[in-house]
Each structure stands twice: as structure tokens, then as C-alpha cells.
């Protein structure tokens, strides 16, 4: 029997995903979150403290994370109690809360990095 040109060949490969969780991941529950806060406040990691705690109060993906500047957060040298971050996959504005333990250690780690609001 001859193989034709336009005939599809399947061949047996493994597939990427087999055996593993597809989908969204489960949302970190209380303790993790206190412990990883704990954790990082032991190795006095104030920077990964406080993208962990923006991470938290904002819910946005890591890519934006990284994008506000320090103006968009400071005004007048204190942390402000909102700010909005445009998303960078979606193009939509986010506006969310900061709270007091998140700008407390924003605040921490602004003072150590110095740094201008253009930064």
C-alpha cells in the first residue's frame, strides 16, 4: 500500500501536559499566606516582601507587578491608600486598595532603595 501526499501521518508522541494539572491554579489559602510572609520577613527580604504584598492586595499578574513606578504609588512621601495599574495583557485599568500592612512594607522598602518618582 503507497502513502499518498496528502495523507496524515499521526505518530505517537507523549503529550506535554499528560499527568500534570491544566488550568487555573488554587487560590493560596490564609496560612500559606502568613507563612510566606513570615518567611520573607525572617531573611529581612523587604523588596519580595512587599511585591508579595502588592501581589496580594492587587491581584495582578506578575508582569504588571513590576511596572508602576514609585509616583504611582507615593504621594506626598507616604504610600497612597488606591492605586490604578493598567494591565498590561488586557489594556484594562485596575484599581485596587493598599493596605496598611502592604504600605507599611512598601514604605520599608522604598526608604531602603531610595529612588525618585520617575523610578
Do not use: H
Request: net charge positive; with cysteine; glycine share 8%.
Amino acid at each position: 500500500m503507497e502513502k499518498r501526499e496528502t495523507e496524515i501521518v499521526a505518530i505517537k508522541c507523549p503529550v506535554w501536559n499528560a499527568g500534570r494539572p491544566v488550568g487555573a491554579k488554587r487560590a493560596l489559602k490564609p496560612k500559606q499566606i502568613w507563612e510566606i510572609r513570615f518567611y520573607l520577613n525572617q531573611q529581612r527580604r523587604l523588596r519580595d516582601g512587599a511585591l508579595f504584598d502588592l501581589a496580594i492586595d492587587s491581584k495582578l499578574r506578575g508582569c504588571d507587578l513590576v511596572q508602576p513606578k514609585i509616583g504611582d504609588l507615593v504621594s506626598g512621601g507616604q504610600i497612597r491608600t488606591r492605586a490604578t495599574v493598567i494591565q498590561q495583557k488586557t489594556g484594562r485599568p485596575v484599581q485596587f486598595e493598599l493596605l496598611a500592612d502592604t504600605r507599611a512594607s512598601l514604605l520599608a522598602w522604598l526608604d531602603r532603595r531610595g529612588g525618585t518618582i520617575e523610578d
